[in-house]
């Protein structure tokens, strides 16, 4: 059984930065899609970007496009985040997932579509 593991997240004044990275053990990323959610007290979690297997496509949910990035080397299994211009409003536990279908869509920005979840970590920015 693959287990995801977030690491990365902290505290950080607003306008910094953070990179976010997600590795698995059990098992492979190599294969699988994996995307970012981020989940903050009394709101729903939302996926806020996609990578495919091979890094050739990521997308973003308009809070994070032109400040969050996602990367993969998948030679050291790793999917990172890369998040930019950080706000009060990013605070939240960030999680990693990834499910073994390549198919796209917005679907996919519903948590139930993926089945594999790391425990998330949490990012805390100050004002």
């Known amino acids: 059984q693959v287990q995801l593991a977030e690491s990365g997240g902290g505290l950080v004044q607003a306008g910094g930065s953070l990179k976010l990275s997600c590795t698995a053990s059990?098992?492979?990323?190599?294969?699988?899609?994996v995307a970012w959610f981020r989940q903050s007290s009394g709101k729903e979690r939302e996926c806020i970007g996609v990578?495919?297997?091979?890094?050739?496509?990521?997308t973003f949910a308009d809070s994070g496009k032109g400040r969050f990035t996602t990367s993969r080397d998948n030679a050291e299994n790793t999917v990172y985040l890369q998040m930019n211009s950080l706000t009060p409003e990013d605070a939240a536990v960030y999680y990693c997932?990834?499910?073994?279908?390549?198919?796209?869509?917005?679907?996919?920005?519903?948590?139930?579509?993926?089945?594999?979840w790391g425990p998330g970590t949490q990012v805390t920015v100050s004002s």
């Open positions: 059990g098992g492979t990323l190599r294969s699988r899609m």
């Open positions: 997932a990834a499910r073994d279908s390549n198919v796209v869509g917005s679907f996919l920005r519903r948590p139930s579509n993926w089945g594999y």
């Open positions: 990578i495919n297997q091979t890094g050739s496509f990521t």
